[in-house]
């Protein structure tokens, strides 16, 4: 049966989907910016550390203020529900850790310190995404009594006057509901004019391959993984076709920012030096 199905207004079927999309985005960047972490502790220390802080600073403005909208918005709603109650209780003492996690990779000495509480902090986080996607939101989203769209609109709210005083170079980070559009480019437009042909050295940059990444989280995994990566630098993408409309998608989203150098080209890999301007 079909989440529109068992949704109890067309409204409510909408922001389902908007926060499952969402949450994909935000487990998406957790884990680009963690394995950049994980492929750079043992490959280049000083872009390790500008990824160590990058890390932290993206649950500080990302994370937590979500795990603290839900708190605010939507648990309140889900524990009314009795057979919600000791789940959202569980979700809550899972936000502790989280919070627990993040303190302890800012309390790191070093990246490679900070490496084992990235992962522990990755796989807590999408289980905690799962669990919100699979049981709470849909019972909130059929349950006629609750409205989870007005839920979510206050979650919304919460959290843009938690980010109001950002920068708009960190807005699409906190960015809710807003769906990337795919769209077909040429492929000299995609590689912003620096494509080579594939006989570029090996080098230590960190290397992001992407071939066991599930669809939903690919693209989210990439930005988040080049939002990491430090200006004057770069990363190299591994992946199982030409990703053309993902590098649309990237010079959309950060216009100018990355020359694309293709290292490889198939038939069965795809390898990409994505440097920072």
């Not at 979500?66 to 919600?84: C, F, K, Q, S, T």
């Not at 509480?117 to 049981?135: I, T, W």
């Not at 992946?239 to 490889?264: K, N």
Request: glycine share 8%.
């Amino acid at each position: 049966m079909s989440v529109l199905t068992l949704a109890s207004a067309p409204e409510d079927a909408t922001a389902l989907q908007a926060a499952e999309a969402h949450h994909a985005r935000l487990a998406g960047e957790l884990a680009g910016r963690v394995r950049m972490l994980l492929t750079a502790v043992d490959r280049d220390p000083s872009t390790a550390e500008k990824i160590h802080t990058g890390l932290v600073a993206f649950c500080d403005r990302s994370l937590l203020p979500h795990a603290a909208a839900e708190e605010a918005a939507l648990y309140p709603a889900a524990h009314g529900v009795p057979e919600a109650r000791l789940l959202i209780e569980s979700l809550i003492g899972e936000h502790r850790c989280l919070t627990a996690l993040v303190d302890a990779l800012r309390a790191a000495p070093g990246p490679a310190g900070a490496a084992a509480d990235a992962r522990a902090l990755q796989v807590l986080f999408e289980e905690h995404m799962a669990k919100e996607n699979g049981l709470v939101l849909p019972l909130l989203a059929m349950t006629p009594e609750v409205s989870l769209a007005s839920l979510l609109t206050d979650m919304h709210h919460r959290l843009a006057n938690d980010t109001g005083s950002n920068s708009a170079q960190d807005h699409h980070d906190t960015q809710e509901g807003q769906d990337m559009q795919e769209g077909q480019i040429e492929e000299s437009g995609g590689c912003g004019g620096v494509c080579g042909c594939g006989g570029a050295e090996e080098t230590a940059e960190p290397e992001l391959d992407v071939r066991e990444v599930p669809h939903a989280l690919r693209h989210a995994t990439v930005f988040g993984a080049l939002d990491a990566v430090p200006a004057g630098t770069a990363m190299v993408l591994v992946a199982p076709h030409d990703p053309l409309p993902l590098l649309a998608q990237i010079e959309q989203r950060s216009p100018g920012t990355f020359a694309v150098e293709y290292l490889e080209r198939g038939p069965a890999t795809w390898r990409l030096r994505l440097s920072h301007r």
